[in-house]
């Protein structure tokens, strides 16, 4: 009798303080939307950010913790954006943020996360009044791109075209759209100051229908178009763009900023892409060219399987990347005190499945570019693919 | 300003009202008819072209047929469409409007959520049935074929709906019922079934419309919302109830866009909001609706 | 089983001698709750108040007046917009921003309003929508004064230093004091609101609500007191507005977005048109359904279909209905056995 009771106390006391442990875990809130139009980024992205924990976790964690994600949706409302955060933080106790996905969303919980002294790093917003001078705070990271990296690309690959002379621009007619172009104007100048800009489209972020829009500009007659169209825009783009002939009286010039070539869109239009066009990708996933980073290929392959669909989605590294620069600013400050880790990150370079990537010293901004190619048919792969995907990154101006 | 460029935006915004034409119909018919604002009549749209989407990829090992697929979509929302009016709808008609359009809107939520459940985030695709591939020249512009037959199935649907509404009994029925339900029902027409048939074939409209639409437009949530906006301008211009009102609500509408798109290139976003508030303060009743109190 | 909709209609007046004093209970029972309850729930309570004063707002029309408005959100908009934009951007102290917000609201509902009243029924609503999405086309697109798609982002705290002085109230973290302003101010714009209820205007209003004809025939001017019922509800929920942009330290086009019409309008629905109350406690349950449920799935729009359609077909007078319902049935049982 007695023996059972010291036996039960000896196991008590050695699983316990175990168990204690175990739910001492490093909590980072993820409101995100799941649900809605951009939840076609919303949910890859959370996927990436859930392989990226399970990895940490695999190999011990963060200074001895593990880390735990708690998702929720934030339906891209950014007054939800914001009450999520809020309850993450006071009543889950999450001692870092990620996620938010739209240009509204980012800054407003950027606020809270400045309120209450929380490290927050935003995966995909690339408005650039998320880190401007006026909104900038120790706190707020971005692993996107921005707006003036994706229109300095674009304006780049433009001005590889010698015998283009006019270019015409389609853009969603919202902050984005319109930095965007702005960027894509202002570097093309500066490279092509030979080339005139003769038409501007800015059809409604959510648009479905395209085809006026369309009919305007070809009536122009420019020699190549710049396009920021995405995800269901693009693809609604495309399906009335090509039989009203605009891909072919463009002869395929068209340079488009908005992740078009990831595997997400070019499964999704499968034939039906317009190849011969320029488009970009955060991973291209399909890679069809050499040097592919091999942490890439092992990660693309988790993805695919987390995510259940053929080659899954060039998305996920974006969730990915958060969740890997958090922990690394973790480990690099020795603490998870915000102050300490906020600190650490700025001007930290971190590690991820494509590459090394830091954040600027002073605006926070990743120096995130991404993978650009024209989109070709090759046999081996069943949707279009990027032809030997380079990475552009033309340095942004000093301080954002 | 060349003959081209008018012809390109006349025949696209001719698309595009069509588009609306084939959606707003079945909205100006349950409304004419029923007096019921139906909400959720987006979301009858967006699934139908998720059903296309799933009929298509069923079919996609032996050849795809995208006609099967559109008339599978349109039955199967007219199935979900009496389901909806037999177990829920009628029971509200003798109520204020405001309990139909909550009831609607309440689908609104609920299907949205089945079908993210059943499809995903994902943004779909449907390619064009090949032997609508391609387009003609129309001075000096392309008119892709597949939209010619869109304006050529809007007006057929316009011509045919109305034939049925003017010349059948069950048309005179239905015109009777929008006048006087009670009435009619002391007649001894059996008014229930009659709205059943409305509402099915309304839905039917909505799923096939949605079906039609996947060739020229991704499937992705929160096309439903997208839409019955679009609806309801197109509809209050038209005149609430008349349905050739809505035809024609639906030419301006896309007229509007287009020529809008040129004019102020910016402003696409107020145009038909402009309009459509415009209408409503001049002739509240739309442009060939009765004035109704 | 459901019971015919004339009953619950049809509400009893309360000989005023028995008047419960709601306002004032209410507002000192959850006057405590920075000091007893959990900083979320500060949180929570502080925005359950906002819709509440927002669901009000819109019940002077629906539940009062008969008027189903489906654009209500474009006041809430405009006054979150005035009041963000005069702090944020320039500086104004929240004692002008606060009634300039109510008074910005209150001149767009005369606008639209004058509109709006001259039609009926689906028309009015159908009117309605349009101008909110108009005022929601204008914020997304005017960025030099809206910031457009971003919006007003980190809208500051008003100046409530002088909460410093009043014993208690100084130890209060920022969000805290907020809590209690708003507190403040919500409570006193519902009194008004309900003053304004009993009024012998307001039971002019209940008179257009009841057979609009009949109100015209005796001599009522209905259209100018739908007008300045229409009125009163925009400049009140403009207040809620500008509150609701402090607390969520920020403004944002989706604020003026149409669901958010048919949200607040189901607040209003589930709690109980017919009760003056209805809709603040529509606010407490929408939003404390919406923050447990959204814990626990994505699916938060389902479970909010589902709950409006058992509200349509079983519970149609909404909560306060219900319970008043039940309190009848209980007061028949137990006068049975007596």
Redesign the interface.
């Known amino acids: 009798m007695q023996f059972r009771h010291v036996l039960t106390a000896l196991v008590l006391g050695l699983v316990l303080p175990t168990a204690a442990r175990a739910e001492d875990t490093i909590k980072i809130g993820f409101p995100i939307p799941l649900s809605g139009p951009t939840a076609v980024y919303g949910q890859p992205i959370l996927k990436g950010a859930e392989l990226a924990v399970a990895d940490i976790n695999a190999k011990g964690g963060v200074l001895g913790r593990k880390l735990e994600l708690l998702p929720r949706d934030s339906k891209a409302n950014p007054a939800e954006a914001v009450r999520l955060a809020r309850e993450l933080i006071v009543k889950n106790g999450v001692e870092f943020l990620g996620g938010t996905l739209t240009s509204a969303e980012a800054p407003a919980v950027s606020t809270i996360a400045k309120e209450n002294n929380i490290v927050f790093v935003a995966p995909s917003a690339k408005t650039s009044s998320l880190t401007d001078p006026a909104h900038i705070h120790p706190y707020i990271f971005r692993a996107a791109s921005n707006t003036t990296i994706e229109g300095q690309s674009g304006a780049i690959v433009m001005s590889k075209f010698k015998d283009v002379k006019t270019v015409a621009t389609i853009a969603p007619d919202y902050a984005y759209g319109h930095d965007a172009v702005a960027a894509f104007i202002a570097k093309l100048k500066e490279l092509r100051p030979d080339i005139t800009i003769v038409d501007q489209q800015w059809p409604q972020l959510g648009e479905a229908n395209f085809s006026s829009f369309i009919t305007a500009q070809m009536s122009k007659h420019p020699d190549a178009v710049f396009c920021d169209e995405f995800a269901g825009d693009f693809v609604s783009f495309v399906k009335q763009a090509t039989p009203l002939g605009y891909f072919k009286a463009i002869d395929n010039r068209l340079v488009d900023g908005g992740e078009v070539g990831s595997v997400d869109i070019t499964r999704t239009l499968g034939s039906a892409f317009p190849v011969g066009i320029w488009a970009n990708t955060y991973d291209p996933v399909i890679w069809d060219g050499p040097n592919q980073p091999k942490e890439d290929i092992t990660f693309d392959e988790k993805v695919e399987k987390a995510i259940g669909t053929k080659y899954g989605s060039s998305w996920a590294i974006q969730g990915y990347v958060t969740i890997a620069a958090i922990a690394q600013g973790i480990a690099k400050a020795g603490t998870t005190d915000s102050a300490k880790v906020a600190a650490a990150l700025a001007g930290m370079t971190y590690q991820t499945p494509l590459g090394p990537r830091s954040f600027n010293a002073t605006n926070h901004d990743a120096d995130a570019g991404e993978f650009w190619g024209v989109m070709v048919m090759d046999p081996k792969y069943p949707y279009a693919v990027i032809k030997d995907p380079t990475y552009y990154n033309p340095a942004p101006p000093a301080g954002g | 300003m060349?003959v081209?460029?008018i012809a390109?935006?006349v025949?696209?915004?001719l698309?595009?009202a069509m588009?609306l034409f084939l959606i707003a119909s079945g909205l100006s018919l349950v409304?004419g008819v029923m007096?019921v604002?139906n909400f959720a009549h987006g979301s009858f749209y967006m699934i139908g072209a998720y059903l296309a989407w799933q009929v298509v990829s069923w079919l996609q090992p032996m050849g795809a047929d995208f006609w099967i697929a559109a008339l599978a979509a349109g039955a199967g929302v007219a199935v979900l469409g009496a389901i909806v009016e037999r177990l829920?709808l009628r029971?509200?008609y003798?109520?204020?409007?405001?309990?139909q359009?909550?009831?609607t809107?309440?689908?609104?939520?609920?299907l949205?959520?089945?079908a993210?459940?059943t499809w995903?985030?994902?943004?779909?695709?449907v390619?064009?049935p090949p032997i609508l591939?391609?387009?003609v020249p129309v001075l000096g512009?392309?008119l892709?074929?597949?939209?010619l037959f869109i304006m050529l199935v809007g007006p057929a649907i316009a011509i045919g709906g109305g034939l049925l509404l003017s010349r059948s009994s069950a048309g005179r029925m239905l015109r009777a019922a929008a006048q006087d339900r009670e009435m009619l029902g002391a007649l001894g027409a059996n008014v229930g079934a009659l709205y059943t048939f409305m509402f099915i074939i309304s839905s039917f409209l909505a799923g096939l419309a949605g079906a039609l639409?996947t060739?020229?437009?991704?499937v992705?949530?929160?096309?439903d919302?997208?839409?019955i906006?679009q609806a309801?301008?197109v509809v209050?211009i038209g005149g609430?109830g008349s349905f050739w009102g809505t035809f024609w609500g639906a030419v301006i509408y896309g007229l509007t866009?287009?020529f809008g798109?040129?004019a102020f290139?910016?402003?696409?976003?107020?145009s038909v909001?402009?309009l459509?508030?415009v209408v409503?303060?001049v002739r509240?009743?739309g442009l060939f609706g009765r004035p109704i109190? | 089983m459901s019971v015919p909709l004339t009953r619950t209609l049809v509400r009893p007046a309360a000989p005023p001698a028995r008047r419960v004093p709601w306002t004032l209970l209410i507002f000192l029972l959850l006057l405590p709750l920075p000091w007893i309850g959990s900083r979320y729930d500060v949180f929570l309570m502080n925005q359950i108040m906002i819709d509440a004063l927002f669901a009000v707002s819109l019940n002077l029309l629906l539940g009062t007046t008969g008027l189903v408005s489906f654009g209500h959100v474009a006041y809430f908009g405009v006054g979150a917009y005035v009041c963000g934009i005069l702090m944020k951007t320039c500086g104004v102290p929240f004692i002008i921003a606060f009634p300039a917000a109510g008074l910005g609201a209150a001149f767009f509902s005369l606008v639209f309003g004058y509109f709006c009243v001259r039609l009926t029924k689906i028309y009015f609503a159908m009117l309605t929508l349009a101008f909110s999405q108009i005022v929601w086309a204008v914020c997304f697109k005017w960025d030099a004064v809206t910031g457009g798609d971003q919006g007003v982002a980190d809208v500051p705290f008003p100046d409530m230093h002088w909460m410093d002085a009043v014993p208690g109230l100084g130890e209060l973290s920022q969000n805290s004091k907020f809590y209690v302003l708003t507190l403040i101010l919500v409570a006193v714009s519902i009194a008004a609101i309900g003053q304004i209820t009993r009024s012998p205007f307001g039971r002019m209003l209940t008179a257009i609500r009841d057979n609009r004809e009949r109100a015209a025939f005796i001599g009522l001017n209905v259209r100018a007191f739908e007008l300045s019922a229409f009125v009163v509800a925009g400049g009140f929920a403009g207040l809620s507005g500008a509150l609701y942009g402090i607390f969520t330290r920020g403004v944002f086009p989706d604020y003026v977005y149409w669901p958010q019409s048919a949200q607040v309008m189901i607040m209003t629905i589930l709690g109980g048109m017919n009760y003056f109350w209805g809709p603040a406690i529509g606010a407490l349950v929408l939003d404390w359904l919406n923050q447990e449920i959204t814990n626990y799935t994505q699916y938060w729009p389902f479970v909010l279909g589902s709950i409006l359609l058992v509200l349509l077909f079983a519970l149609p007078g909404g909560v306060l209905g219900g319970l008043a319902r039940l309190g009848g049935a209980l007061r028949r049982w137990t006068a049975r056995d007596a």
């Not at chain 2, 809107?105 to 609920?110: E, P, R, S």
């Not at chain 2, 892709?144 to 939209?147: D, E, H, T």
């Not at chain 2, 290139?265 to 107020?270: I, V």
């Open positions: 060349t081209s460029l390109g935006q025949l696209s915004g698309t595009t588009f409304f007096r604002l829920l029971h509200l003798g109520l204020e409007e405001l309990y359009l909550l009831l809107y309440a689908l609104v939520l609920i949205g959520d089945v993210k459940y995903g985030t994902e943004q779909l695709s390619h064009r591939d391609g387009g512009t392309t892709p074929l597949y939209n639409i060739p020229i437009e991704s992705v949530p929160g096309m919302v997208q839409i906006v309801f301008i209050v609430l866009l287009s798109i040129l290139p910016e402003f696409s976003l107020f909001f402009l459509m508030a409503l303060i509240p009743w109190r």
